[in-house]
């Protein structure tokens, strides 16, 4: 009968526990004899041996070769990982490498979490990703533009100086001075506003002001900033340090895996998704192989956690993405540190 997670003994807790430690550190399928030498352990390679081979059957390792090492399935790293991981705090030398490069001081706020993730990329060897409130972007000016019957341009200006166009269908009947009329109207209630802002007041101001605006103006104004929030709670996903996942590529079955995953990062659909998802949560979010469709070809671990802005709501999430041989007790400190030292520069 297979052992349960809940059952595993202490002795089964700590071979499985050194098995996953020297396979983040060398990659390598882990022996009996090794680890006894390795490890210093008091019990015998066959006592061990018999141990692993319980782990096997338990799901918690597996043998990737006719040979006697074995390394850690996904549900074995995910029990190292809720309850036998030790993790600490982040250690000074990248807590000043982070802080060094998260400045505010005359960079926006995308410049900022690029640099983060680019810090965070560099000191974990892994993918950084981030995922940018794009509805925190405040409006400097808004103008509509006629293009033809029924077709238009709205022009957005944001204050930290993007410049960005959306195609949208004209009510029919419009007149340019409606145009002019509704640039004006969006440009004298909506300056300086964030898109979450300018949803709420236009669904206020325009309940309140409807027999004051012409329907066809009043619909031109829903539709235009409508391009904008629409769609846009997901945010823009921006990814840095997908080189340093060919780092210690040593075998034809892990090239498979990194291109799996360079793969993933170039879609970003479903990874967005997944991002915008795990912002709802507290804390570190870690997600491993197969427990993830998106990983379960490319055997890789996110590490992910949410940052929050001055009123302590969450509008972004921050982490790395790399192969599932990662240093957890590492790297989980050093995206939670980010991701609050972020918060801190939105205060």
């Given amino acids: 009968m297979k052992e349960k997670v809940t059952e595993l003994n202490s002795r089964s807790k700590d071979i499985l526990k050194h098995i996953i430690e020297a396979y983040v550190e060398t990659g390598e399928p882990v022996g009996s004899r090794t680890l006894s030498h390795r490890l210093g352990l008091t019990l015998s390679p066959a006592t061990i041996r018999n141990v692993m081979a319980d782990l096997e059957d338990s799901g918690y390792l597996y043998s990737p070769h006719t040979s006697a090492g074995r390394l850690p399935t996904d549900s074995g790293l995910r029990f190292f990982i809720n309850g036998l991981l030790e993790v600490g705090d982040i250690n000074d030398l990248d807590r000043s490498a982070l802080e060094a490069k998260c400045a505010l001081k005359g960079k926006t706020l995308n410049q900022v979490l690029e640099e983060a993730i680019k810090t965070l990329s ?57 145009l002019i009329e509704a640039s004006n109207y969006l440009n004298a209630k909506l300056a300086g ?43 823009l996903l921006i990814v840095k340090g997908q080189s340093n996942l060919l780092q210690d590529v040593t075998e034809v079955e892990e090239l498979g895996k990194v291109k799996a995953l360079f793969d993933l990062l170039e879609t970003q659909d479903s990874l967005l998704e997944l991002l915008d ?28 956690a949410p940052y929050k802005n001055s009123l302590q709501q969450v509008i972004g999430a921050i982490g790395v993405i790399g192969p599932s041989r990662l240093n957890y007790a590492r790297v989980i400190p050093m995206v939670d540190y980010t991701a609050k030292l972020i918060g801190k520069l939105l205060d």
């Avoid at 166009?165 to 009510?171: D, G, K, V």
């Avoid at 949560?281 to 590490?303: D, H, R």
Wanted: proline residues 4%.
């Fill in 122 to 178: 560099g000191l974990t060897k892994c993918a950084g990703l981030v995922l940018a409130p794009k509805t925190e972007i405040a409006f400097k000016h808004i103008e509509f533009v006629f293009l033809g019957p029924e077709r238009g341009l709205t022009v957005l200006v944001t204050q930290d100086g993007n410049v960005e166009n959306r195609l949208i269908e004209l009510p029919a009947g419009i007149l340019p001075s409606m």
């Fill in 193 to 235: 506003k964030t898109l979450t802002q300018a949803k709420a007041i236009l669904q206020n101001e325009l309940e309140v002001q409807k027999n004051e605006l012409d329907g066809i103006v009043s619909k031109l104004v829903q539709n235009g900033v409508g391009t904008w929030y629409k769609g846009e709670s997901k945010g």
């Fill in 277 to 304: 998802a795990s912002i709802a949560a507290e804390g570190v979010q870690i997600f491993i192989g197969a427990e993830n469709p998106l990983f379960s070809t490319s055997g890789c671990s996110l590490i992910v």
